[in-house]
């Protein structure tokens, strides 16, 4: 069954440098997604993206995010300048354009910010 | 008041038992509604979509209540393994992003 799939699976970094999360969406989905989820809190929304563009960002995704799909297959998450609140577990999602509007997750990537 | 609000829980029951979940949504546009199980530490696995007419998939049963905007899981004869965060997650429109409710915990005890 096609899943997707999510690098690295732990990250730790220090306070204001970069970090690229990765993720492959299943092959034939067409919208994509990143949501976060800070321990023992719920799963929040952050950026989704459709035909190469951003088509909608929440509050939490200022301009030290940008999201990409470099290649057409692989979709990344990029933080500028870290900080520790951003620790948190982020995770890739990706939707079926031919079904129900269902989003499937990757496995998450645990940011940790020293 | 916010978008998506669930029971509070935990929810502690006996094998075999049956339990209950509710979900409450604010956005009257909503179109689609899903319950998703997460595992501590795990991603949200989708667990049923929920139609309008109700739908049921083995054990699990879900209802949607538009007119009071209102989703129900209903979990018969649980199991050990059922133990998880169940999630309520809402969108608007096809491809517009999930908003999640909080989650609501169960344990199911031997």
């Known amino acids: 069954e096609p899943e997707v799939t999510q690098t690295p699976s732990h990250q730790v970094t220090q306070m204001g440098q970069e970090v690229i999360l990765r993720c492959v969406p299943i092959?034939?989905?067409?919208?994509f997604y990143w949501y976060r989820q800070i321990l023992g809190q719920k799963v929040e929304f952050l950026v989704s993206?459709?035909?190469?563009?951003?088509?909608?960002k929440s509050e939490i995704f200022d301009d030290q995010f940008s999201v990409e799909r470099p290649d057409g297959s692989n979709f990344t998450l990029k933080i500028r300048s870290t900080k520790l609140e951003d620790s948190a577990m982020y995770f890739c999602?990706?939707?079926?354009?031919?079904?129900?509007?269902?989003?499937?997750f990757g496995p998450g990537t645990r940011l940790l910010v020293l | 008041r916010k978008e998506v609000e669930q029971d509070p829980g935990p929810f502690n029951v006996p094998e075999g038992a049956t339990v209950a979940f509710n979900c409450t949504y604010s956005?009257?546009?909503?179109?689609?509604f899903f319950w998703y199980r997460q595992d501590c530490r795990k991603e949200p696995k989708l667990l049923m979509s929920?139609?309008?007419s109700g739908n049921e998939d083995g054990r699990f049963t879900a209802q949607l209540n538009r007119a009071s905007q209102y989703i129900s899981l209903l979990i018969r004869d649980s199991k050990l393994s059922d133990s998880a965060t169940y999630l309520c997650?809402?969108?608007?429109?096809?491809?517009?992003?999930?908003?999640f409710g909080p989650g609501t915990r169960l344990s199911v005890l031997p």
């Open positions: 956005n009257s546009a909503s179109q689609s």
């Open positions: 929920v139609y309008s």
């Open positions: 997650a809402v969108i608007r429109n096809y491809g517009q992003n999930f908003v």
């Open positions: 993206f459709y035909n190469n563009e951003i088509s909608e």
């Open positions: 999602a990706s939707s079926d354009p031919t079904g129900r509007e269902t989003q499937y």
């Open positions: 092959s034939n989905h067409l919208y």
